[in-house]
């Protein structure tokens, strides 16, 4: 790999791209799925790393911080050029605009191995792309571009999992039509001029392939949580969030005003202790009953690969009187036999779930996402949800590209294209985290989990 696109210094997020890594493990497929209970008792791995590789790792952000301290008073002194944003000398007497000690990883460590990241791209998120090649005349604080690519870089960093982010003309056809009939932007909302034909046409869809009443589509899917979630709950509502759960349901939680109440990651007992506390002891000070208590987890967690426990937090769900809400971004059209989702892996009724939620921009190489579930909420957000009522509503060549991928998946194209890469993910899952792990490499997550974060440790070991 050329230019691996890392995305954190201690962790590193792989996921496999779809159809195209070819497993040679033959007794994967034919040996059958594993049951859904098999996958539920499956142990997850988060192994811990020998003694001497954490000591190392201390030692090795001991050092760059050593060094950027001397780097520092290098800078203050005038020996070396500062080239972060100061202010000027005529505002020294105002409330500092930048934190030195915020901006010291940056300045110091991120800027020695920046040209790992960001690096500009020219082709599809295949299997391999093309990376523009760049250089810096001082040490990584600006770029410039020879005009040359660096051709065939292995792509170890995208949510292309099905590969249906590509641009063959024959699958494509479709896409094509659609912009020569509607265009490519709609320019109002769903509910003034922009609620087209394909996209009732996609909601239909939608909730027929996650088995539920009713869906709606949103044109961005961080904005299908930060959005909704507000709309769903208020003051005087209880939110139960998993310690791990993305930044969009963080902040549409925040946004909603009700009260947040975080437990351990996958830890049933800190789940079940907070349910119980929320039903025996109500609201604080006032003790009356939360009007809603809504449980918010993922299906697969992005950046630690583990899958949720779902059958035991619909458990507790149904025991305590609260409601689900389940954020399927990387795990709708990734896992389950036919790519449903977490609720096919492990044989559960949509319908256990109050709300559905998942993104068009990982498995169908799209954009946006969707709220699913029974009628009656569908309807309600319809009018209640700033994403609805506000926002413009989704592209038509997305829309197109949504419905081309889902058809292929459901096998509703006539061929069994789609369903060979859900099989074909599964197998290269197994195969890429089973050889990982004969290699001496410490991976997190689900056997399942077609995420598979390599945890590197040691700042040096990045690059």
């Known amino acids: 790999c050329s230019y691996p696109d890392w995305c954190c210094c201690c962790l590193c997020v792989v996921t ?30 988060f192994e811990n790393p020998p003694m001497y590789v954490a000591v190392m790792t201390y030692l090795g952000f001991g050092i760059v911080t050593l060094f950027g301290y001397f780097r520092d008073f290098l800078r203050a002194v005038g020996l070396e050029k500062c080239h972060i944003a100061r202010e000027r000398e005529e505002q020294k007497d ?35 792309f093309d990376v523009m090649e760049r250089v810096s005349p001082d040490y990584n604080w600006t770029f410039s571009l020879t005009g040359k690519t660096i051709d065939n870089v292995i792509n170890m960093g995208s949510y292309n999992y099905l590969g249906f982010a590509e641009n063959d003309g024959d699958f494509l056809k479709t896409v094509a039509d659609r912009t020569q009939q509607y265009g490519l932007g709609v320019c109002s909302t769903r509910q003034e001029m922009g609620n087209l034909a394909i996209h009732e046409e996609l909601e239909q869809l939608v909730a027929t392939f996650l088995g539920v009443e009713s869906s709606m589509i949103f044109g961005m899917g961080f904005a299908t949580n930060s959005m909704n979630i507000p709309a769903l709950v208020g003051k005087g509502c209880l939110i139960l969030s998993d310690e791990l759960n993305h930044t969009s349901l963080i902040l549409g939680a925040r946004l909603s005003g009700a009260t947040i109440w975080v437990f351990k990651h996958n830890n049933m007992q800190s789940l079940e202790r ?7 002891s109500g609201q604080p000070r006032t003790h009356r009953p939360w009007r809603k208590v809504l449980i918010m987890v993922e299906g697969i967690y992005s950046m630690e690969g583990s899958v949720v426990r779902l059958p035991d937090i619909v458990a ?25 989702g977490v609720t096919e892996l492990f044989g559960l009724d949509p319908s256990d779930i109050d709300v559905m939620m998942g993104t068009f921009t ?12 029974k009628k009656e909420l569908v309807d309600s957000l319809r009018s209640h949800s700033h994403s609805a009522v506000y926002a413009s509503a989704m592209s038509p060549p997305v829309t197109e590209q949504i419905l081309r991928a889902m058809k292929c998946i459901m096998g509703l194209d006539g061929t069994t294209v789609g369903q060979a890469r859900v099989h074909q993910l599964a197998e290269n899952t197994r195969y890429f985290r089973s050889r990982l792990q004969e290699m001496g490499f410490i991976i997190y997550g689900n056997d399942d989990s077609p995420v598979v974060p390599i945890l590197l440790y040691m700042p040096g070991k990045v690059v």
Not at 19 to 45: D, I, L, M, W, Y
Not at 99 to 122: A, G, K
Not at 362 to 373: H, L, P, T
């Open 274 to 280: 907070l349910l119980r506390e929320a039903v025996c």
């Open 16 to 45: 496999l791209t779809g159809v195209v890594v070819v497993c040679k493990n033959s007794t994967a497929h034919s040996a059958g799925p594993p049951s859904s209970r098999q996958r539920f008792q499956r142990p997850e791995s």
């Open 316 to 340: 507790l769900k149904k025991k305590y009187k609260a409601y689900l809400y389940l954020d399927e971004a990387h795990s709708i059209g990734a896992v389950g036999p036919t790519g449903r």
């Open 362 to 373: 990982k498995s169908f190489g799209a954009a946006g996402g969707y709220i699913a579930g």
């Open 94 to 128: 105002f409330v500092p605009l930048y934190q030195d000690f915020e901006n010291f990883y940056t300045r110091n460590l991120y800027m020695r191995v920046r040209d790992n990241w960001n690096r500009p791209i020219c082709s599809l998120p295949g299997p391999v």
